[in-house]
């Protein structure tokens, strides 16, 4: 039975504690092999083997939280985050309101504020019920909800310590005010405290839900790219307006100028530039033509276009990059198991110190004063949420992982997003990776002696030859010629196997024999090579494949053709050394064009002919070695390579993004992407660190100063929900990274 993979919309988690107890449940389903909860995105990847959707939903819900299966074919993307963040905005500004004359009421607690004047009616026990009872149980009942559910599950998580603290407030300070002497003023209540601290977690958290919407901005904007019309080509030849939803593959779409690509499809007729800026990063327009690929959700510039749908929904290049990029999103990288297993023990270590800080103060430090104690305990209580702690990871993957996609880059596993920094060596195949991949015309040169035709002529012969061979080599010339010179008609056509092609060329009434190809050919022909072997040899050195050209009985001149390097190529390994890295071509071409080819672009360490099955070995070895190895190729030929390497990334156009060897998918067939990738790896990796360090020195600073009583309860309360805030907001910096980053 085929793994089946679920992604499902969590709601109603309060922190990482949460995400535990949900994979526990989750991972009490029959069938389920692997669970992922992602805190910061509320989404849990789940993969499973013969499990209905509907039943993970089922575990979830018993759990005590809600879930809904998320689908990426829908027109509109979910707005549950964007309800829960007003629903929560709304708790704060009724929590605010019920709590100012509370929070007023403090400053008669003070001496410095003896000049504020504070009615008595406010400081009556009972209006101070009134005011806090509401604060208490109605807007704080989703931390008592909370508290139930993971309790009931088997463990402790942040609603516990929230619930605890307030509750304890609240109900001391329900016990003064029944047996307050005087029912009027009573200067040891604590109302404000308890309605204070649930009126700032609340804020915070409408904070963080805001920051958490903020991080997942990418995907947004990927879903956001999916065209919801099409103008689809009936039979009869007219054209309607129809949703992309109902699009069939082959049918015929018309893409007007400044409208959106609605599906994957493939030019029939026309030629415009295409903006692919969303999908590759790349913001130069792309041109295309007939026969060329077009991807959903890109832009057409400036013509128009008639096009056959190729592929839909899930199958479509858009829905397979929000894929990698929400799988990147979901998964664990190892760094944030350290946090995980903080975090299982965080809460019942707080309740012991909570505990003991109350007997030590009401007991030991100042006997007797209960009050003192209480305020004590609701500190450590509060100040001590791991929030930020479940926060640091998965916030800077999201966002990290979400700017990597907007640059064209695709990271599959948030692991990957890690180790990336790490690797000490670059391996890269040279053709489609360092070159373009397919041969080009780069010189043709004809003798200065007396001929019977003139170069013109001659280009013109060399091109109408070519065009009745079907070889790569000669395709090459035949584009690089341009289409100036008047045609030549030609007879008796010959292709001479591995030696090139002959035919006798018809102008100006006259019949000659041309021949192009190899030596060999001229020497059957018997036509002297002498006096261009020097240059012949001489671009072979540069790596070009070299073809000679004779006319009659003379050498008139060569053409070479050579797969020539990307435009950046250079640049970009240039970057690589710079960085410290080790920079490895590999290639099965032959010694002499494999050292041509590493000289233009700097390269100093060269695997030759190297069959693509033996790749994965010289992988091997440079692991051996301790290198820690990221190989490049095209993801079909380097499969086994890819596979082999501590980081295997795939060059690729854009549309396939899907390759099942490679850790990363460069979606622009530029080297210049690498760099990228390294770069927000490391950035990535550099955010988390902070997070986890201050995020640790939050709460191993902040529990010792609370239980000393140097926090008064509501500023603990604000401490919290601005720790982890301000993870989630240092984490967003990497939304604000410079694209095309070469230093």
């Known amino acids: ?68 299966v998320i689908d990426h074919e829908q027109s509109e993307p979910d707005d549950s985050r964007e309800r829960a963040q007003q629903v929560q905005f709304y708790k704060f500004i009724a929590a605010a309101i019920l709590s100012a004359p509370l929070l007023y009421t403090m400053l008669g607690h003070f001496s410095w504020t003896d000049s504020i004047y504070v009615p008595n009616w406010l400081m009556n026990p009972w209006v101070q019920m009134a005011l806090a009872t509401p604060v208490q149980f109605i807007i704080g009942w989703q931390f008592y909800k909370g508290s139930y559910t993971a309790l009931r599950g088997g463990a402790a998580n942040m609603d516990v310590l929230v619930a605890l603290g307030t509750s304890a407030a609240y109900f001391y300070s329900v016990f003064l005010a029944a047996f307050a002497s005087d029912h009027v003023i009573h200067e040891g209540l604590y109302f404000e405290t308890s309605a204070v601290l649930i009126t700032l977690i609340v804020l915070g958290k409408w904070f963080e839900a805001r920051a958490k919407g903020r991080s997942s901005a990418a995907i947004k904007q990927l879903l956001n790219l999916q065209p919801k019309q099409a103008l689809r080509e009936r039979n009869d030849g007219e054209t309607e307006q129809v949703a992309v939803a109902e699009l069939k593959v082959g049918d015929v779409i018309h893409i007007k100028p400044g409208q959106q690509v609605p599906a994957d499809s493939e030019v029939m007729s026309g030629d415009s530039a295409v903006d692919e800026s969303m999908l590759t990063g790349e913001s130069v327009p792309v ?74 103060w009401a007991f030991w430090y100042q006997p007797g004063d209960y009050g003192s ?15 930020a702690l479940g926060l640091a990871t998965p916030t800077s993957i999201m966002a990290g992982s979400g700017r990597a996609a907007q640059m064209g880059v695709l990271f599959k596993q948030s692991e990957t997003l890690e180790i990336t920094h790490t690797v000490t060596t670059v391996v890269l195949d040279k053709t489609g990776t360092i070159t373009e991949g397919k041969p080009k015309l780069t010189d043709i040169e004809f003798n200065t002696a007396e001929r019977q035709l003139n170069e013109g002529q001659l280009k013109a012969a060399v091109k109408a030859l070519e065009q009745q061979s079907e070889h790569p080599l000669a395709q090459a010339v035949v584009a690089g010629i341009s289409d100036d010179a008047k045609a030549i008609a030609i007879e008796n056509f010959k292709a001479h196997e591995g030696r090139g092609v002959s035919a006798t060329l018809n102008t100006d009434n006259k019949a000659y024999l041309m021949h192009i190809g190899t030596t060999r050919l001229m020497q059957e022909n018997d036509i002297d090579c ?63 064009t494999a050292e041509a080819i590493a000289k233009q672009v700097g390269i100093e360490h060269i695997f030759a002919e190297v069959l693509p099955e033996n790749k994965a070995e010289h992988i091997t070895k440079l692991r051996d070695q301790g290198e820690i190895v990221a190989m490049v190729g095209d993801g079909i030929n380097d499969a086994p390579a890819l596979a082999t ?17 490679a850790d990363i998918a460069l979606m622009r067939a530029d080297l210049r992407s690498l760099v990228d990738a390294l770069y927000v790896s490391n950035k990535t990796v550099r955010n988390i660190r902070q997070n986890l360090f201050w995020a640790f020195a939050y709460n191993t600073l902040g529990i010792p100063v609370a239980a000393a009583g140097l926090l008064a309860p509501w500023l603990a309360g604000g401490a919290m929900a601005l720790s982890s805030v301000s993870v989630v907001l240092n984490a967003l910096r990497l939304q604000r990274l410079p694209t095309k980053r070469r230093s």
């Open 287 to 360: 041109d295309k033509k007939q026969g060329d690929s077009l991807t959903g959700g890109t832009i057409n510039k400036n013509g128009f276009m008639k096009a056959k749908v190729k592929k839909l929904g899930k199958d479509s290049a858009l829905a397979q990059i929000i894929k990698v990029v929400e799988q990147a999103q979901t998964s664990k990288a190892p760094i944030q198991r350290l946090a995980d297993q903080v975090s299982a023990i965080f809460v019942p270590v707080v309740l012991g110190i909570a505990v003991i800080t109350f007997f030590v």
């Open 1 to 68: 039975m085929a793994t089946q993979q679920y992604q499902l919309q969590l709601s109603g988690m309060s922190c990482a504690g949460c995400a535990k107890t949900i994979e526990r449940a989750l991972q009490g389903v029959d069938g389920v092999s692997s669970v992922n909860v992602n805190f910061a995105t509320e989404i849990a990847a789940v993969e499973a083997n013969n499990v209905a959707a509907a039943k993970l939903v089922e575990a979830v819900k018993g759990a005590g939280y809600d879930a809904s």
């Open 530 to 592: 002498n006096a261009w072997l020097e240059r012949k040899e001489a671009l072979e050195q540069e790596g070009k494949t070299v073809m000679l050209i004779g006319f009659e009985k003379q050498l008139v001149g060569l053409v070479a053709v050579a797969d020539t390097v990307r435009e950046y190529s250079k640049d970009a390994i240039t970057n690589l050394k710079q960085r410290g890295l080790k920079v490895v071509m590999i290639t099965g071409d032959n010694q002499r």
């Open 645 to 661: 390497a501590h980081v295997g990334i795939a060059m690729g156009t854009g549309t396939d993004v899907a390759l099942e060897t």
């Open 373 to 387: 104690a209480l305020e004590a305990t609701v500190a450590v209580l509060v100040i001590a949420c791991p929030c």
